[in-house]
């Protein structure tokens, strides 16, 4: 973990996968990538640093209440648009906006409110309504909304095959990350994401162009789940990864990574 001083002094709790994007060319490109409801930066870590070491300067970023942030949790989408918006700008470089779930609500509202240079929607959905178990656990017992969560998330083949990180475990990795969030952020977080109606018009006002990454067994934000936004959006590039679930930063990670690099790559061509 690095902090991220903008322009404008403020300090952001980033990963930078180990390269300072700051030396990057001054007005070159930069890839910012938001993680999902009770989760931070870390879900990246698969991403990071191929993106920083193959010419995509990238910092993920802890949001407001998450991970090694200092500044409190937002209480909607919109706010933590407007958060990040002032961040995007404060950088003074294009920004390519990646979100996976809930961040990706959050970099759709966030283009809204800024110039980006293109979206990447990991595992997305014009509405993203949350099971009242999963609802009431995170209210009353974030470790069982943790288990729900990491076992809701994954695809069947995922939990006991092949780890894309040696000596990890995909699904024990992500309960843990989701169980150790401050108190009330995760039922926070889905509250927010259960509330948020606004997905597919805010879309469809932007003149950007949006990849679509999405996982072909993903029982939390299904494919289907995404259409109205694909529809809605003024240029579309849709991925479906075979066999994926919800989690793809951290069960796909190359073909996250992938997606990311081309969406880059296809705008700054």
């Known amino acids: 973990m690095t902090t991220l001083v903008l322009?404008?002094?403020?300090?952001?709790?980033?990963a930078t996968g180990g390269r300072n994007p700051g030396k990057a060319k001054a007005d070159g490109p930069l890839?910012?990538?938001?993680?999902g409801a009770g989760m931070d930066r870390t879900v990246?870590?698969?991403?990071?640093?191929?993106l920083a070491h193959?010419?995509?300067?990238?910092?993920?970023?802890?949001?407001?209440g998450h991970g090694a942030s200092s500044e409190p949790e937002c209480a909607?989408?919109?706010e933590y648009a407007t958060w990040l918006a002032e961040v995007v700008a404060a950088t003074g470089r294009p920004v390519h906006l990646v979100g996976h779930s809930m961040g990706s609500f959050v970099a759709i509202e966030c283009a809204a409110r800024v110039a980006v240079a293109s979206l990447t929607l990991v595992g997305t959905a014009a509405a993203m309504p949350v099971h009242p178990a999963l609802l009431e656990a995170a209210q009353s017992d974030r470790v069982h909304a943790a288990r729900l969560m990491s076992g809701w998330g994954f695809a069947p083949a995922r939990r006991t095959g092949p780890n894309p990180s040696p000596g990890a475990s995909m699904v024990g990795g992500t309960?843990?990350?989701?169980a150790?969030?401050?108190?009330?952020?995760?039922?926070n977080d889905l509250s927010m994401c259960a509330e948020y109606e606004d997905a597919t018009t805010t879309i469809g006002s932007l003149d950007l162009p949006v990849t679509f990454l999405l996982g072909e067994l993903d029982r939390m934000t299904p494919v289907r789940a995404a259409q109205p936004l694909i529809d809605a959006a003024a240029g579309s590039h849709v991925i479906v990864v075979p066999g994926a679930g919800h989690m793809l930063?951290?069960?796909?990670?190359?073909?996250t990574r992938q997606a990311i690099a081309e969406a880059v790559s296809s705008v700054d061509d």
């Open 249 to 255: 930063p951290v069960e796909a990670p190359a073909a």
């Open 54 to 64: 193959h010419g995509c300067p990238a910092v993920a970023i802890d949001l407001p």
């Open 7 to 14: 322009d404008d002094g403020r300090a952001v709790s980033v």
């Open 44 to 50: 990246w870590s698969m991403q990071t640093r191929w």
């Open 180 to 187: 150790q969030s401050a108190p009330g952020v995760l039922f």
């Open 76 to 78: 909607s989408v919109v």
């Open 31 to 35: 890839v910012v990538l938001l993680h």
């Open 175 to 178: 309960l843990g990350l989701v």
